[in-house]
Structures are given as C-alpha cells and as structure tokens.
C-alpha cells in the first residue's frame, strides 16, 4: 500500500471505529479492505505454488 492508500484507510477506520463515517466512507473502506484481501488471497497462491 502506498503511504496516501494508508494514511486513508487509517482515516476512514477511525471514523468507522467512531460511528462518524459517511455511507460514501464506508464503500471507500470496503474498497480498500476488498483490495488488501485480494492482494493477500493472490499472495497465498503463490506461496502454495511455490510448495507444491
């Protein structure tokens, strides 16, 4: 993640966290989360391709 990708995540998480965040706030966090896990889900990949 790049530094701006984070410190927004950190952002909206907070807001979350606080009961503040926008609907448009939340499909926001929901966007980032949705690209970690397929960054991470691409990684596991990888990793058992590399043990088999």
Do not use: C, T, Y
Request: no cysteine.
């Amino acid at each position: 993640m790049s530094p701006e990708q984070l410190n927004k995540l950190r952002e909206i998480s907070e807001l979350f966290e606080q009961g503040k965040a926008s609907v448009e706030q939340v499909k926001q966090l929901n966007d980032i989360l949705s690209r970690i896990n397929r960054h991470q889900h691409g990684s596991d990949i990888r990793d058992k391709a590399k043990v088999d």
